[in-house]
């Protein structure tokens, strides 16, 4: 039986992105990295290595699959930056972290999960992480928040909801807002992307619709509607359209 292989167009984006800035790396430890893999899905790992490798052809890519093994990967030899899932079999990825940078502060970490919403981002930017990667992210989204890390030691400004936090540890420095906010004093006010979402969900439109409609990656989409849902103490997105309307923040 032939071996199916993963076809080229789905890492086209992050090919041409990743070559586009090559040119402007003046370390080679940014060319060719060296990275360690925390987590225990190995579905996940394999597609997450795929992506790496189109970015970064020649990076040492190193896997751990609980905390355990990290911990003696680290020791052996320091990656230029950890990609940490936060729920491990043997510990708490974001728990532990603070005194694992402790011990390492030059390590950088990027931390994964399927989780999504203000409080985890807090934790993980009070934690020292480097930056947030949601695991539906895809090719383009992997080798930006990557690539971020390795420059900046910042991917905090990727995320479309980075300015509802303020970020502490290393990510206070360089943090900018990646989308528009509330004006000031007005904490119940709804941004104008905000408002075009939740319209969008008033009409039964899909992620994907709100997507295509709004020029918006899914990822961003569902990040945005988890953070205002929570952010008007509603359950489902369903829920926040109706509470928005009874507050008068939506026509």
């Not at 032939?2 to 993963?6: A, D, F, L, T, V």
């Not at 295509?212 to 020029?215: D, E, I, P």
């Given at each position: 039986m032939?071996?199916?292989?993963?076809s080229p167009c789905a890492f086209s984006g992050a090919r041409a992105w990743i070559l586009a800035h090559r040119a402007s790396r003046d370390a080679m430890s940014l060319?060719?990295?060296r990275l360690l893999l925390v987590d225990d899905h190995a579905l996940y790992l394999t597609g997450l290595r795929l992506m790496l490798a189109e970015g970064w052809p020649e990076a040492e890519v190193v896997v751990a699959h609980d905390w355990r093994e990290a911990q003696a990967a680290i020791a052996d030899h320091p990656p230029d930056l950890m990609l940490l899932d936060v729920h491990l079999p043997d510990a708490d990825g974001l728990a532990a972290l603070p005194a694992l940078l402790a011990a390492h502060p030059a390590l950088c970490v990027l931390v994964m999960s399927a989780d999504v919403g203000p409080a985890l981002l807090q934790q993980a930017r009070a934690a020292g992480a480097c930056g947030y990667l949601h695991k539906s992210a895809g090719p383009d989204d992997v080798v930006q928040a990557v690539s971020a890390c390795l420059n900046q030691r910042n991917a905090w400004a990727l995320l479309p909801?980075?300015?509802?936090?303020?970020?502490?540890g290393p990510a206070a420095e360089a943090h900018?807002?990646?989308f528009d906010t509330p004006a000031d004093g007005d904490d119940g006010a709804?941004?104008?992307?905000?408002?075009?979402l939740l319209g969008e969900v008033s009409r039964g439109a899909s992620n994907r619709a709100i997507a295509?409609?709004?020029?918006l990656s899914e990822t961003d989409v569902r990040a945005e509607l988890s953070w205002v849902t929570e952010r008007l103490g509603a359950v489902s997105r369903e829920q926040a359209v109706a509470l928005a309307q009874a507050r008068g923040l939506l026509p």
């Open positions: 032939p071996r199916c292989r993963p060319v060719t990295p909801y980075a300015w509802t936090q303020t970020p502490t900018e807002p990646a709804l941004t104008p992307l905000q408002r075009a295509r409609a709004l020029s």
